[in-house]
């Protein structure tokens, strides 16, 4: 089965430092996402990617946030400044017909 | 912004009961997707249904969009142990590429 490749699995910060969080989409998908899931709560939209530029975002995809594909296949979320609030289980995924996600990246802000 | 409303949040049945959740958006939608989180892990994809009225089934899981497109319903026959976990919906607005809007999810747990 296709599958999306998320790193690192865990990921603990100091407020205020920058976070790279990567992921690798299935190869043959164009449409790419990243959520955030902070726990025990639902799974919410932060923004979606089509033919390497945003496609749409949320309200909470603020000017700390930022997404690039450097390559044709990484996909990365960058968290400028991290805030405790930002500590969440964030959840790539990747679309053809369904959206496949990925394991997840736990970010802890310490 | 469009919101997607799921209903119950926590349902608790006994093996062998049936189970129902309900998901309803602020808007028609293009699809809907349903996806289990299993405790600890992923939304792993389930169904996705886009035709008005859509009944779909997948052994003891009954999928439904309503007519008007803006509501769905999960129903689980004779639950097991192996269905615990929590349940979302997701409403897609138009193509592939907009945002996949998720409900607040159903956690069921069955006991034995």
């Known amino acids: 089965e296709p599958e999306v490749t998320q790193t690192p699995s865990h990921q603990v910060t100091q407020m205020g430092q920058e976070v790279i969080l990567r992921c690798v989409p299935i190869s043959n998908h164009l449409y790419f996402y990243w959520y955030r899931q902070i726990l025990g709560q639902k799974v919410e939209f932060l923004v979606s990617f089509y033919n390497n530029e945003i496609s749409e975002k949320s309200e909470i995809f603020d000017d700390q946030f930022s997404v690039e594909r450097p390559d044709g296949s990484n996909f990365t979320l960058k968290i400028r400044s991290t805030k405790l609030e930002d500590s969440a289980m964030y959840f790539c995924?990747?679309?053809?017909?369904?959206?496949?996600f990925g394991q997840g990246t736990r970010l802890t802000v310490v | 912004g469009q919101q997607v409303m799921q209903i119950p949040q926590y349902q608790h049945v006994q093996e062998g009961e049936d189970f129902t959740t309900y998901c309803n958006s602020s808007?028609?939608?293009?699809?809907i997707q349903w996806y289990k989180q299993r405790p600890g892990g992923h939304p792993v994809f389930l169904i996705q249904l886009v035709k008005s009225g859509e009944v779909k089934k997948q052994k003891r899981l009954t999928f439904q969009f309503g007519e008007a497109k803006k509501n769905s319903s999960l129903h689980i026959t004779a639950t097991q142990t192996t269905d615990v976990g929590t349940y979302f919906c997701?409403?897609?607005?138009?193509?592939?590429?907009?945002?996949?809007?998720f409900g607040k999810g159903t956690t069921l747990s069955v006991s034995s």
């Open positions: 995924a990747s679309e053809g017909v369904e959206a496949f």
């Open positions: 997701a409403g897609e607005r138009n193509q592939a590429g907009t945002a996949l809007i």
């Open positions: 808007t028609t939608l293009s699809n």
